[in-house]
Nanobody
Framework: QVHVVESGGGLVQPGGSLRLSCTAD??????????MAWYRQAPGKQRELIAD???????????SMKGRLIITRESGSEHTKNTIWLKMKNLNPEDTAGYYC?????????WGQGTQVTVSS
């Protein structure tokens, strides 16, 4: 069993910054955690990739928030838990959305429950 849990969402003013975190716990699996990623979904819109990072810590950014994000990753001492952080800056109301963490473990995909980010004055 693999668990993916996000935290760090909330209300932020336009122009502000926010940091999200996500921990994938694969201690119930025989497989390693591969790529982890952040997606977001605004009401009435499709879910979109905003950033991903490989197990080798190679980062890739989607176009919608490029230049305003930094994604980082650390693994636990036993490598069955990995945490990623997403630092977002210069947020604007169009960034309001549910932000979802994603992890691949073996050949399977896992999603977190999501954390809401609201950008408003």
């Amino acid at each position: 069993q693999v668990h993916v849990v996000e935290s760090g969402g909330g209300l932020v003013q336009p122009g502000g910054s926010l940091r999200l975190s996500c921990t994938a716990d694969a201690s119930g699996s025989i497989f390693s955690i591969n790529t982890m990623a952040w997606y977001r979904q605004a009401p009435g819109k499709q879910r979109e990739l905003i950033a991903d990072i490989t197990s080798g810590k190679v980062a890739n950014y989607g176009d919608s928030m490029k230049g305003r994000l930094i994604i980082t990753r650390e693994s636990g001492s036993e490598h069955t838990k990995n945490t990623i952080w997403l630092k977002m800056k210069n947020l604007n109301p169009e960034d309001t959305a549910g932000y979802y963490c994603y992890a691949t473990v073996g050949l399977s995909d896992y999603w977190g429950q999501g954390t809401q980010v609201t950008v408003s004055s």
